[in-house]
């Protein structure tokens, strides 16, 4: 009987040293991610209408889930791009939304019509909906398709 409390004990620490152990690297790519790429900023959508009608860009949108495959890849690697960073910083307003935790999620998703993920929305200070991508954009697409825009 001690046996096997001993052997659950050790297999119970084992298995929360894993698991910290994992998590570690996401914090860390994700302060690495701020530094090169696109800066996101922590705002209320609302917030974000008000700074564009001031500055004259627009709203940048990633609209991803917590579960996404798709999603956590273009966080480590197009939006860390420090191409894509740039260009992103200077023109947008850039805002990370997830769909289903984030204050704003449900209503972004109903108003702009979000019914897969990554959606990447490009909104006016008007709340106008400018362009929509659906799906994972690799840094050539990404800039090709911003490269028109205002």
């Not at 972004?108 to 200070?125: D, E, M, Q």
Request: charged letters at 25%; proline letters at 3%; glycine letters at 6%.
């Amino acid at each position: 009987m001690k046996f096997i409390v001993l052997l659950l004990t050790g297999l119970s620490f084992f298995a929360f040293s894993f698991r910290s152990v994992n998590n570690y690297p996401e914090s860390k790519e994700l302060t690495t991610s701020s530094l090169s790429g696109i800066k996101f900023s922590k705002m209320s959508f609302e917030k974000a209408i008000k700074q564009a009608k001031s500055s004259g860009k627009l709203i940048f949108i990633d609209v991803h889930t917590s579960w996404c495959g798709p999603c956590k890849e273009m966080a480590k690697t197009t939006f860390t791009d420090q191409e894509v960073g740039k260009v992103f910083n200077q023109k947008f307003i850039n805002l990370k939304i997830d769909a289903e935790q984030d204050a704003d999620g449900p209503m972004i998703s109903k108003a702009y019509t979000v019914s897969a993920y990554p959606t990447l929305l490009f909104i006016n200070g008007e709340g106008k909906l400018v362009r929509k991508l659906v799906g994972k954009q690799s840094k050539e697409k990404l800039l090709a398709a911003v490269s028109s825009m205002k």
